[in-house]
């Protein structure tokens, strides 16, 4: 009898530990499905809204409007000034026997730069002999005319013609000097080897000749080689109907050279194009920058930055409150009941206390998230 007792006993029991396993296992439940005080309890339509729950711990500060000074950076290229560029023609035709420089060397003036075989210089050193010996044997007949007339072997007339022969003969000579030295040669050296030399100093930027070309007469061919003189180039920029209000002649502008972060340079404006590109709808800015190291060569991409002359009203945020996404820079502004808005911006340069300038996306009475680090984090969380 007692052990049918204990046996009902422990039926008991057993039935009543499931039974308050079953009920606390509900609350348990529960219990891990209540969300985080920073979790997003609400999917919104728009995917640029986002509903927090607590919306009070993320911090919000209103935007600053300050008096700051305006900058625009524009891309630029370097080319060479075309005051100190000079295209290197030939003045006589052939064929080209050899080369000795090529496209971005460095010459120096009167160094050869080419030879050419040339039927003009030969030509030209061909009269030159000529006219030599034309005028060896005017001056041997005027001298011969002189002694006769002193004699009175013959009449004032003809040693007058014997003296405009001689004249002529000298004029034929120098003009046969001339056109050689012209074309290049040297008459103390009579070769049909035409030197082509450099005019200046500096760097051949264009070539358009090669071994065994031939070269047309001047009339008709292009320039051999371009040099220039880099020491000063041009960066030339395009600016958009916009930014022309805030770039004047005059005009000193930072600019910035990919590779060389620690090295300042500025150079000044010069012109602003009076027409614009029909087709990017910009102005050519050509700025004078001097280059005494070499460091900007042609066709190499810069930055320039445009300084205003006077200060400008812009909205700013703090830094801390910007954030870089899909390659577009973002704040998160409140709307109310819980929810804010993630809102595009447009950057310009810092400002002093740790403040960026927003030059479009905000408006002057705007309040953001603090920290938009923070706020982007927390709103990802699930």
Known sequence: MKKHHARHLRQFLTLLGCSCLVWLLPGCSSQKSEPTSTQVIETNSDPDVVTMQNPGQFQLTPVQVRKVGDEVHVNCVVQPDV????????????????ISAKLGDYVTKGQPLLLINSPDLSGAFSDYQKAKADELLAEKQLARSKLLYDKGAIALADLE????????????????????????????????????????????????????????????QQALFTIADL?????????????????????????????????????????????????????????????????????????????????????VVPTTAIIRLHDANWVFVPE??????????????EVEGGYQQVISGLSSNAQVVTNALQFSSASEEK
């Open 83 to 98: 005051n100190r560029s000079i295209p290197v023609v030939s003045l006589g035709g052939g064929r080209v026997a050899e």
């Open 161 to 220: 013609t014997a003296q405009d022969a001689a004249d002529k003969a000298k004029v034929d000579l120098d003009t046969s000097i001339a056109h050689v030295k012209v074309l290049g040669g040297d008459v103390n050296n009579p070769t049909p080897l035409l030197p082509l030399r450099a005019p200046i100093s500096g760097t051949i930027v264009d070539q358009q000749i090669t071994s065994g070309t031939g070269v047309r007469s001047l009339d008709n």
């Open 231 to 315: 020491s000063v180039v041009w960066v030339v920029c395009d600016a958009y109907q916009d930014m022309l209000s805030r770039v004047h002649v005059g005009d000193i502008a930072g600019i910035t050279v990919d590779g060389y972060a620690h090295d300042q340079f500025s150079g000044k404006v010069i012109n602003i194009s009076q027409v614009l590109d029909p087709t990017t709808r910009t102005a050519k800015v050509r700025i004078e920058q001097a280059n005494p190291k070499s460091i900007f060569k042609a066709g190499m991409y810069v930055t320039a930055m445009f300084r205003a002359r006077e200060l400008v009203a812009r909205v």
């Open 336 to 349: 109310g009941g819980g929810k804010f808005r993630r809102v595009k911006v447009e950057l310009g340069p």
